[in-house]
């Protein structure tokens, strides 16, 4: 009589699915978050809607609103990557509006991210 996987493959599988689908790491959303006013018109106001994993390992999706006065929410999403380096260190940005580029994204990890102007910015975890 041949053994099959039983159900000792089944939890197996199931954790793996949860380990995807987990909690995003909170520094990472952080980041994640500080980066989303360089997304949006000046003056607009941001409303996090949602974060969770991303479609790749180490990334995390914020689900926002834009709202400026007079005009309707846009529904909004950006997406952040991170390295390997340090669970902090961002290496990719995309929103729907398309890829922040090499040297915007430069720009934003070494002189903006970490700076009081960043913290003042960040919208509130949602």
Do not use: N, W
Not at 82 to 96: I, N, V
């Amino acid at each position: 009589m041949r053994r099959g996987a039983g159900p000792g493959l089944g939890l197996v599988a199931l954790a793996v699915l949860g380990a995807c689908s987990g909690t995003p790491d909170p520094e990472q959303a952080r980041t994640c978050r500080r980066a989303l006013p360089t997304l949006v018109p000046a003056g607009a106001r941001i409303t996090v809607l949602r974060t969770a994993q991303g479609p790749q390992e180490r990334s995390i999706r914020i689900d926002f609103a834009q709202d400026r006065d007079g005009r309707t929410a846009l529904p909004r999403y950006a997406v952040c990557e991170f390295s390997g380096l340090s669970r902090t260190d961002l290496s990719g940005l995309t929103s729907d509006r398309g890829a922040v580029g090499g040297a915007a994204l430069y720009l934003l990890k070494h002189y903006y991210l970490d700076t009081p102007d960043a913290a003042l910015a960040e919208p509130g975890a949602g």
